[in-house]
């Protein structure tokens, strides 16, 4: 039992660690906006992230690969714990409202629900941290609060809707991969079960 369970620890480790370095190449890929926001692919993959390791470790595995990417940029850096924090519930949305009834990832309807879920967890957390962070911490003017809050809905407007459809698209190919792998019937051996018994 104990060598099954540490196994099973491999394998998760695994797939967070792999799951994490996608997530952080995938920040890369991104257009600027202003210079206070960008639209990018990172939060596909931490949606993604949730679909595939379900809500717990897709969180974990989603927020570390953001958490690690600002530190990659002197702008974000100071604010990795943060980012660490918020992106987790992208994942963790995705994965939870995904895994629903039986289902792992499977389904593209719960998989856009849930990616959108977290999507907008996400943008609350983000938007609520810019405001105190502006309004308590900078003191800015509120007009100059409101301008930078609509540059960044500028952004969330693109943002969003990328991300859930890009997320639906590519969700069925990564879940095939991880299941020719093999690495799926290990994450969720009781999904397995099932199926077999059926």
């Known amino acids: 039992m104990a060598a099954k369970k540490s196994k099973l620890s491999v394998y998760t480790l695994s797939a967070i660690g792999v799951m994490t370095a996608v997530s952080f190449i995938s920040n890369f890929i991104s257009i600027p906006i202003g210079t206070l926001t960008r639209i990018h692919m990172g939060n596909v993959f931490c949606s993604l992230s949730g679909i595939l390791l379900g809500p717990v470790y897709g969180g974990v595995a989603g927020g570390l690969g953001a958490f690690f990417y600002d530190f990659t940029n002197p702008l974000y850096v100071a604010e990795a714990p943060i980012t660490l924090f918020n992106k987790f519930f992208i994942g963790f949305f995705a994965g939870l409202i995904s895994h629903k009834g039986g289902h792992y990832g499977e389904k593209a309807s719960l998989n856009f629900v849930g990616a959108l879920v977290g999507n907008l967890a996400y943008t609350l957390l983000f938007y609520g941290k810019n405001f105190i962070s502006e309004y308590f911490l900078l003191r800015l003017e509120m007009n100059t609060i409101i301008a930078n809050m609509l ?11 990328l991300t859930l459809i890009v997320t639906v698209i590519l969700a069925p190919f990564f879940l095939k991969a991880i299941q020719k792998a093999g690495i799926h019937r290990k994450l ?7 199926h077999s018994a059926a």
């Open 151 to 161: 540059v960044r809905l500028s952004a969330s407007a693109l943002q969003i809707p």
């Open 188 to 194: 969720f051996p009781e999904h397995t079960e099932g």
